[in-house]
């Protein structure tokens, strides 16, 4: 039988390996790290922190509340520890108990923690924004349970969203202070559920520039349809919260809203939204000529005053009849007054004056947060979750950085009312 040679070392070199790889495998075992162990550690360090420092303030507070501290004898003391009571919190970094001192006569409104409350505002706000956005009461008492170790009952959430509800309210019908010179009005349309039918409801928005250039939300209201009848009572609660000082209304031509602009503020001038008035037109257009038709338009709106820009629209109008577009021609020819009243006002503001696109902006922002929600259950639900974001928008850089320089604005040279509201 043939005996296989073995290479010079190899034994060696096993035998060498062996307790090696042994001692290498030994010492892995050895460092092996229980991450689950080692974060549930740092969390109960981390809570056992927060619960001591919170604690800690409070005995802190209670000291300055009486004058003295615990068993300590001063002439500034005007109260004296009556025990303490102990109540749970729900923080970020878990449930904590605190020790909340009593004192004998003085009530302790601390400041640390509302009196009552049970939770941070940032776990209030998120819940909230669950109720608006339409996530049932069983998922919102799931996802808190997930998130924070802890269910928040149906009523709950529900006590909290009424007092967002009673904010928005507040904030809603405010009194509007100051002049404003430029309002654009717009509406949104959104879905309700209505008997197991899918129903339309509109939601009303103004937005106005004040005396220093600040855009500002001024009103959001619920429409049963953008008719006469609900600019009307929009405008007539305008009104009455206090604008004044308007000149010009910019907005797409609503059925309703002209007629009832003319009778709340007859004083002021109407600008038909540019863009809006383009996309009339161009439904008289065939697809091949919408691009030589758009810049024919723009030609207008490009002119220095209102008198060339009339002149140009003549032009327009025959080039268009010329072209067998009498439909477009007419269209043009009606309509294209309504759409040169920014020109009366100073050159440096027509840019912002001739569109309604400031509103829609807005309302692209206000559609990305109401989108997620579908068909709201109500008309109101909707009207709180669109003005809720419009009260966050209006309190961020929108509203915060001045739009235009209203040093510029001077007495405009009017339209005649007629022309103005025709």
Known sequence: MASVAKRPGTARGTAEEGPAAEAKSGLASALTVDTEKVRGHLDEVVRTTVEQTLNQLLDEEADRVAGAGRYERSEERVDTRAGSYRRKLQTKAGEVEL??????????ETAIIERYKRRESSVEEALIEMDLAGVSMRRVEDITEALWGTRVSA????GMAQKVYGQIEAWRNRKITGEHAYVYLDGIWLKRSWGGEMKNVAVLIAIGV??????????????????????????????ERGLS????????????????????F????????????????MTAVPQGKVREVAAMLKAIHAQEDRASAEQKAGQVVEKLAGMRLSKAAA?????VAET??????????????????????????VRRRTRVVGAFPDGQSALMLVAARLRHVAGTRWGTRRYLDMSRLREPVMTEPATAAA
């Open 245 to 264: 000082g308007v000149r010009l209304f910019a907005s797409d031509k609503c059925l309703g809203l002209v007629d009832s602009l003319a009778e709340f």
């Open 155 to 158: 009523s709950a959430v529900s």
């Open 99 to 108: 020790t909340v001192p009593r004192l004998r006569t003085l009530p302790l």
């Open 266 to 281: 007859p004083d002021a001038a109407w600008q038909r939204c540019v863009v809006h008035w383009y996309r009339n037109v």
């Open 331 to 335: 269209i043009v020819r009606e309509g």
């Open 210 to 239: 004040d005396h220093e250039g600040y855009r500002e939300v001024l009103g959001v209201s619920e429409g049963t349809k953008e008719d006469a009848e609900s600019w009307r009572t929009f405008l007539r609660s305008l009104k």
């Open 340 to 365: 040169l009243s920014y020109m009366a006002f100073p050159r440096e503001h027509w840019r912002c004056l001739r569109t309604n696109n400031p509103m829609e902006r807005l309302n692209r922002e």
